[in-house]
């Protein structure tokens, strides 16, 4: 295997497979890269066992062949060495060489045979869609997804066609302090999809790969597995074993105390008064009465702060506290220039909106101030 290739070509698929690869490993196969060359390309694949990735990008190869190597060593090579280097990587015998101008390292390899390969999905839901519409789905619901070991369920964004309206495609992500929903049109083919849970690593990866790609991706789904096929990338991914909770049961349906205020004006209020909020609650309490929003947050270390907003509101008083992080990673995703929350009283989650966006709700939790 001898191929040359430009560092900035080099390094794009590297930072993709580099994360897939864990740190640590028992097993030291799964530390490394697998690179293979066809005539004018060189594909790099990297597995963790629960998902593997192949980048392919073009290259000028003097010799084909396939080898396997350190991932994060590599890419923190190629990380370091000038922009616009020619790159030059040749296996001789055990080792592989990477050189670039006066820079040369020598790697040892692991035999290509004891390299993981994931199955295929035998067969599957086939469709495709927008890769802007998938970069959409993740960014509303990601930030819900539970961390919590124990509800492994909630490790993902459950991906579904919903009984209540089957012309949509479903994300829905919670970690029951907090969930998040989005919707787009369903894609044709997907009529038939099975409802799936996608795991947080390769809800992560898959996003990273939407960014700089235009148009379609093609996706096929099991009942197991899940895979991603990208213009020069195919991310394929076990699903999460379990069923997600009946969630349309914790969204409010009756909500009817609405507020409308300014989502920029909104997000920096709460970031500055939560400065002096406790790490572990990071509570704010909202007072809301005639057309004026309140934040206040106190802390017996470190302070208090307060700051009124002008808003729209003309229902009745009402004091409710939430988590201050939730509230701005919500605020986040607000894509219009207003932002809707729907309160029932001060000990029931709020309903919050997206007036610009079609589909997308969040649902909060309140906590005691």
């Excluded at 190629?78 to 055990?94: A, H």
């Excluded at 290509?112 to 839901?125: A, Q, R």
């Excluded at 009984?163 to 997907?190: C, F, W, Y």
Aim: charged share 25%.
């Amino acid at each position: 295997m001898h191929f040359t290739i430009d560092r900035n070509t080099l390094l794009k698929p590297l930072g993709h497979i580099h994360s897939v690869v864990e740190r640590r490993n028992t097993i030291p196969i799964l530390s490394n890269v697998l690179i293979e060359t066809q005539s004018s390309n060189v594909s790099f694949t990297a597995t963790d066992m629960d998902m593997d990735i192949v980048e392919t990008v073009g290259c000028i190869v003097l010799d084909q062949g396939k080898a396997t190597l350190s991932a994060h060593t590599l890419y923190d090579i190629i990380r370091k060495l000038p922009d616009g280097s020619e790159i030059k990587v040749e296996l001789l015998d055990t080792n592989i060489e990477v050189s670039a101008g006066k820079s040369k390292f020598t790697l040892p390899t692991l035999p290509v045979d004891d390299y993981p390969i994931m199955t295929e999905i035998e067969s599957g839901n086939e469709f495709s869609l927008e890769s802007i519409d998938l970069a959409n789905l993740i960014d509303n619901t990601k930030f819900a997804i539970s961390s919590e070991e124990t509800r492994y369920y909630l490790n993902g964004i459950f991906l579904h066609v919903p009984e209540t309206n089957k012309s949509k495609l479903r994300a829905v992500a919670t970690d029951g302090h907090r969930l998040a929903q989005a919707e787009i049109p369903l894609p044709n083919g997907a009529e038939d999809l099975p409802a799936i849970i996608l795991p947080r690593k390769a809800v992560g990866e898959i996003r990273k790969l939407t960014e700089g790609t235009d148009g379609k991706l093609k996706i096929i789904i099991s009942n197991t597995k899940a895979k991603f096929i990208f213009p020069n990338s195919v991310l394929t991914t076990k699903l999460i074993d379990g069923s997600f909770p009946d969630y349309q049961r914790v969204i409010p349906k009756e909500n009817i105390n609405k507020l409308l205020v300014s989502s920029s004006e909104f997000s920096k209020a709460i970031d500055r008064v939560s400065t002096v909020s406790m790490e572990k609650s990071r509570a704010v309490k909202l007072s809301l009465k005639n057309n004026l929003l309140a934040l206040n947050v106190n802390s017996h270390d470190l302070g208090n702060a307060s700051e009124e907003l002008e808003i729209k509101y003309d229902s009745d008083n009402l004091e409710i506290g939430f988590n201050a992080r939730y509230l701005l990673d919500i605020a986040a995703q607000i894509q219009g220039k207003e932002i809707e929350i729907l309160f029932s009283d001060s000990a029931s989650p709020a309903l919050i909106t997206d007036p610009d966006q079609d589909g997308v709700i969040f649902v909060l939790m309140p906590m005691r101030v």
